[in-house]
Structure formats: C-alpha cells, structure tokens
C-alpha cells in the first residue's frame, strides 16, 4: 500500500488512451464507447484493496450524483488474479452485484491498458473532458476511511469544473491505496 507519485502516468492534456476490454456482463467495451457521450472517469479498481472497499460506496453515489452532468465512470481491474484469485473475472461479477455498482467494470488481463495510462495504484482516477482530454489525475479523496471525515472532495471538485467547461483548480493530486499487482 502507498501512494502514487508516478512520473509515467499520463499528463494532463494527454488524449485518452484507446483499449477493448471485457465487461462484467461479458460484452466488450472500449474507449471510444465509454467516453463518446461526455466526460468519463476512469478508476483502476480491484477487489481485494482495502483503499479500494473503502470508497466503492462514494463510487457509486458519485457517478449517482454526476450521471445528469454527462459523467460516466467506468472501473477497470487489472490485477494479477493468479496470486489474487480475489481479483478474478469471476470475482468481479460477484462484487459487482453485491455492491451494484452502476458502472462498468472491466478486466484488464493483459494489464496493458494500465500499462498505457501509467497506472500503478488503485484506487487511482483519470478523468477526461468532453474534448477526450486528461482534465484531472488522482484521488477520489483524502479519506477512505470515513466519509464524514473527508474535507477535500478531489473527484467530485475536479468533476464540477469538468462538467462547467473549465479546468479543475487542483488537476492532480497524489493517490493513495494498493499498488497494481504485476504479473511475473
């Protein structure tokens, strides 16, 4: 566990970077689908990170709360599942439906796509603009432990402004929980 100040990941302005993966109901997904209706969030997410399970709920009640401002989350896991068997496909269906999560959640086995955004914590954001743009790059909060405790609402500010057409005040900041888990 740790926090990300890695110097690889994607800049702000970057485009988003392009990938097909697997959803949790079994179509394909890229993209190009994911983003061509708005702004679009994506977290690299698992199921076994305790960062992660402490802010799952505040994922979902925030794309909840954004889905009428043309924000769309998505979830990608790309995690090791050999030495993570937690963080299997199969996995990913059941946690999926236990905490119904109103986004899509995909698999990255080959663990490219983290590779092309220079993912390497989750939970990590990269939230891109209407112009299919990098606008912000961090953490959904300080806290995710508890919510009641959070006092820089990161995601949801940078989404604000996304949303208002400007550039976020605060574009990165750093992301703390589980580093991605590398396959050998």
């Known amino acids: 566990m740790g926090v990300s100040t890695n110097e690889s990941s994607i800049r702000i302005g970057a485009p988003l970077p392009p990938f097909e993966l697997k959803n949790v109901d079994g ?4 993209s190009a689908d994911l ?23 505040r994922m979902v009640q925030i794309q909840k709360d954004y889905a ?13 599942d050999v030495n993570y068997p937690e963080d299997s496909f199969e996995e990913m269906v059941k946690r999926h439906r236990q905490k119904r999560f ?13 590779r092309s955004f220079g993912a ?6 990269f939230v891109f603009g ?34 208002a057409g400007m550039a976020p005040s605060v574009s990165e900041t750093y992301s703390i929980g589980c580093t991605i888990k590398w396959k050998r």
């Not at 009428?68 to 090791?80: A, E, L, M, P, Y």
């Open 27 to 30: 179509r394909t997904l890229s």
């Open 130 to 163: 209407r112009d299919g743009k990098l606008a912000y790059h961090g953490r959904i909060d300080e806290s995710h432990k508890d919510p009641q405790a959070v006092k820089s609402h990161d995601l949801r500010n940078a989404l604000d402004s996304i949303a």
């Open 35 to 57: 983003s061509k209706d708005g702004i679009l969030a994506v977290i690299f997410s698992c199921n076994h990170c305790p960062y992660v399970q402490g802010w799952e709920d």
């Open 68 to 80: 009428g401002k043309g924000v769309r989350f998505v979830c990608i896991n790309s995690n090791d």
């Open 120 to 125: 390497t914590h989750t939970p990590e954001v």
């Open 102 to 114: 109103n986004f899509p959640y995909l698999r990255d086995d080959t663990q490219n796509t983290a």
